[in-house]
């Protein structure tokens, strides 16, 4: 089929990019940079098998970190999907509470990092609150905008067969809002890491936070990029996460399997 | 045949408070008496009220005044489910649902007994020539396929009264046209009453019994036309000389509403004067 050829010489395409990418650092990084501020890709994958992996304390801070994330990130889910449920649950409760959920969300939280701090210590708790701070917003805006979008005409044909109250919301309006939902979900993920590590990079006392200023601050280039890369590697995996969930939970999703019967057929 | 299903007396529809400036009056004093196993069409200009008066009796909407009898039911408000069912354009399919879920949850809406779902909506299916689809999900199928398989939602809850709000709207007009022979031919067989908004003339004469000419803003009923042709109707039909004398009869009806209409959008101020 044309479409996969397509797709497969796509894939090629960007494995040839990204491979350039590299080779390119690895020149530069090899013969004209200083190496106080960088390193190539090989010396950081050294750095990686040598000063991360052995070192218990940073594994155990990577770990702490992936902790953090999932913690702030059930809670941003729990509260989030929560709030956005009641206050989008009738247009009443809309007009009276998402204009002060709009004006939270549009405060730079970033200058209340330090209020954060004093109030949670510098513990994982700081990082968790910000991480939720976060990740909580998104997922109320697209839960409340799921539910709002709803088609009048469906609401319509549900009341006049015979739907209660609560079969509409059960039937029509959470099944309509699912995949706004996971909009909120995804953009939720990516604030809640951002919050997580920010709050690391800010004061952290063992965590990875504490252990990028100590290599930057060393002028150690090669662990401090192997533990970003770490630190992207947790990204990409709780990405991947919400988007297989997005895959399996959404009704419409579902059809893609039968899509490609069709497509066969 | 002289038994009336739905009763509609001196019924006027207005939207926001009389004499408020935005205050409209969508439906004036309307009656109309539909018989048992009837097809009658309401054909007008847009905004001539004429689905407002399908939401009257289909209780979806409580009307200013007047009285609507359905099945010798007073209709104010509310839904009647039991007795009334609803088709509207194919987009009122639940996208989030496989075909045979639409129909299981219009079933259940409807308080009708689990153990049928399943029988009564693979009936309708295959009533519509749509029986091997029923696991798709609306957007795999064409717009076409997508309203035949509406209808046979609408159908298959089994009440006698069908009320149909331009459901064809959407389609081409060739798929509009085999949908409308398909629709006489399964409607013939059920002997439901139905009512049917349309705004398209050769649609309006070759489904209805009878045909109900609604004036432009505040709707009132101008004239009703009969149409002696038995169903099921056979696409023959439309070629009959009687069918273009209707249909232009039905358009000389229309056109001075729709051009005053019109006036009315282009210059507010001399169409009140």
Redo the contacts between chains.
Sequence with gaps: MMSSSRSSLAFWLRLVLVAFIFAALEIYGRFYADPAFMSPPSGIFRAFVERILPEPKIIEALFLCVLQIAAAYGLSILFGTLTGLLVGATSFSRSAFFPIVLLLFAIPQVSLLPLVILFFGLGPAAKIAFGFSHGVFPIIMNVVAGMRDV?E??L????????SRS?TIR??IL??A?PSLFTGLRLGMTMTLLGVILAELYVSTGGVGYYTRLFAENYNPAPLFALIGCLAVIAILFNELVRLAEKRLT??LR?SA??TN?VKE | MSESAISIRNVSQRYGDAGAPDSVLALDDISLEVRKGEFVCLLGPSGCGKSTLLNVIGGLFKPTSGMCHVAGRLVDGSPHPDKIAFVFQESTLFPWYSIIENFRIALKFQGIPQSEWDDRAMQALKAVGMSSFASHYPDQLSVGMRQRVNMARGICVETDILLMDEPFAALDEQTRMVLGEDLSQLLAATGKTIVFVTHSLAEAVFLSDRIVVMSARPGKIKTIIDVNEAHPRSPDFMLEPRFSELRNECYALLRDEIRSTMAAQRDPQSAGA
């Design positions: 088609k005409l469906h319509r044909a549900a009341r006049s067969m015979g739907a079969e039937h029509v099944p309509h699912v009704p419409g059809r039968a899509l069709l």
